[in-house]
């Protein structure tokens, strides 16, 4: 399986791993659930400096050649988890390293208790560019639990969505496992990822939760969403 949304990074997440044996330990966890490629995706926000880029690409490297070195056959890519803000256009166009390994798709978080009024215009404008918007858990989303519905606008506007497994396994409530459900149902699922930050409480599911959604779509179904479409999202190699 392929993950594109883990905070894997050594040092770089105040909630991630402390320490470069705490990674480690992660890529074995990820290894034993049929992880064979990871989208490492730390946090950033809008208004973090350069520096804070290559931060980012100097834990990757280190962490890359460590795998390397202990003979783990995981590969690695460089992404980020950016919140969004009203100029995130403007930041992933003057970060552009952020998204060159992940084929020019960008992982968008929302605000947990709302979708703001910037949030699309700001979307749109990366599709209108070639950039795949993915949007991280939209499914513990306070406003998408009420209404899933919200989530047609960016849909139409061509952004793609990613569900935590374990948000189909009840670890954050049984609404948002309910909201998880429908929106693998209705077709508005298109990635799960981990979103994994460490290999205990916040770690990898990812075979429990492909089980719970070949319930729902099937086993063809479950393919496509966790090997099909992010294999395809990772390959893409030009803009558009």
């Keep these: 399986m392929i993950d ?3 905070h894997v990074l050594p040092f770089v ?3 991630g791993p402390r320490t470069l ?5 992660m890529l074995e966890c990820a290894g034993r659930e049929g992880i064979y490629v990871i989208v490492a995706t730390p946090h950033v926000v809008t208004a973090d400096l350069p520096a804070k880029t290559e931060e980012i690409k100097d834990a990757l490297l280190l962490l890359r050649e460590t795998a390397r070195s202990r003979g783990m056959a995981i590969e690695l890519r460089l992404g980020a988890e950016t ?3 009203p100029d995130l256009y403007e930041f992933v166009k003057a970060n552009p390293a952020l998204s060159e390994e992940t084929g020019r798709s960008v992982l968008v978080e929302l605000p947990m208790h709302d979708i703001p009024p910037y949030a699309q215009p700001q979307l749109v404008a990366l599709a209108a560019e070639g950039v795949t918007a993915v949007l991280a858990h939209p499914e513990r989303n306070f406003r998408v639990v009420k209404d899933p519905a919200v989530l047609q606008p960016l849909a139409r506007a061509g952004v793609l969505f990613q569900v935590n497994s374990g948000s189909l396994l009840g670890d ?3 609404e948002v496992r309910k909201t998880a459900n429908s929106l693998v149902a209705a077709g508005l699922c298109h990635f799960v990822a981990s ?7 916040r770690g990898f599911s990812n075979r429990d939760a492909r089980a719970a959604v070949e319930k729902i779509v099937g086993e063809a179904g479950a393919k496509t969403i966790f090997e099909d479409n992010p294999g395809k999202l990772l390959g893409k190699t030009h803009w558009g």
């Design 21 to 25: 044996d705490d990674s480690v330990g």
């Design 195 to 201: 979103d994994a930050h460490n290999s205990g409480s």
């Design 13 to 15: 997440d105040y909630d």
């Design 83 to 85: 919140y969004v803000g």
């Design 4 to 6: 594109i949304h883990c």
């Design 172 to 174: 954050f409530g049984k």
